[in-house]
T-cell receptor, first 111, second 117 residues
Framework: GEDVEQSLFLSVREGDSSVINCTYT??????LYWYKQEPGAGLQLLTY?????DMKQDQRLTVLLNKKDKHLSLRIADTQTGDSAIYFC???????????FGGGTRLMVKP | DGGITQSPKYLFRKEGQNVTLSCEQN?????MYWYRQDPGQGLRLIYY???????QKGDIAEGYSVSREKKESFPLTVTSAQKNPTAFYLC????????????????FGPGTRLTVT
């Protein structure tokens, strides 16, 4: 079955880079996703990467995908206090119509 | 403005009562989803619907029911049979229904926090 795992917590200082890691098991996923959840709110799609790509950059966000190791990471450059949130990685199924979410990583940014 | 609305934001009920959570979208999306989120945990899928008048059970459907009479609306009823209903409930929608071939983007509502005492 599908399983997506993330570490629970990450703390960084403002201005540093943050790297949030995720491992997944379903090698048939077409896309992998990163979502952000601010306190008491819904999830916001940040970015996604096609499974045949190694890297995708979008302003301060860099997604790295190691398909061999089934490892996905999200790097946030110049982390700001507004980046404090829970970050979820997700994979889709081979039909492309369902998502499996990881447990989320809580990012705390210290001033 | 297009989007997904969930109401109310906070809901309180006594144990033994059924309660219905609202989810409406004006994005013209085919697919809609209900998730449950418990503190410090990820999202678990309750029910989903890819087309009007059709819906499927997710991983934790016991104690819940849904309907999809209109494309825009996907209400969730938390019944008295749900043993531990206190949680944060999130509704989502996606432009993908039975079609595929593109990135699968789910758009989320703001959530309803249900407390049952």
């Amino acid at each position: 079955g599908e399983d997506v795992e993330q570490s629970l917590f990450l703390s960084v200082r403002e201005g540093d880079s943050s790297v949030i890691n995720c491992t997944y098991t379903d090698s048939s996923s077409t896309y992998l996703y990163w979502y952000k959840q601010e306190p008491g709110a819904g999830l916001q799609l940040l970015t996604y990467i096609f499974s045949n790509m190694d890297m995708k950059q979008d302003q301060r966000l860099t997604v790295l995908l190691n398909k061999k190791d089934k490892h996905l990471s999200l790097r946030i450059a110049d982390t700001q206090t507004g980046d404090s949130a829970i970050y979820f990685c997700a994979e889709d199924n081979n039909a492309g119509n369902m998502l499996t979410f990881g447990g989320g990583t809580r990012l705390m940014v210290k001033p | 403005d297009g989007g997904i609305t969930q109401s109310p934001k906070y809901l309180f009920r006594k144990e033994g009562q059924n309660v219905t959570l609202s989810c409406e979208q004006n994005l013209n999306h085919d697919a809609m989803y209900w998730y449950r989120q418990d503190p410090g945990q990820g999202l678990r899928l309750i029910y989903y619907s890819q087309i009007v008048n059709d819906f499927q059970k997710g991983d934790i459907a016991e104690g819940y029911s849904v309907s999809r009479e209109k494309k825009e609306s996907f209400p969730l009823t938390v019944t008295s049979a749900q043993k531990n209903p206190t949680a944060f409930y999130l509704c989502a929608s996606s432009p993908l229904g039975l079609a595929g071939g593109r990135a699968y983007e789910q758009y989320f509502g703001p959530g309803t926090r249900l407390t049952v005492t």
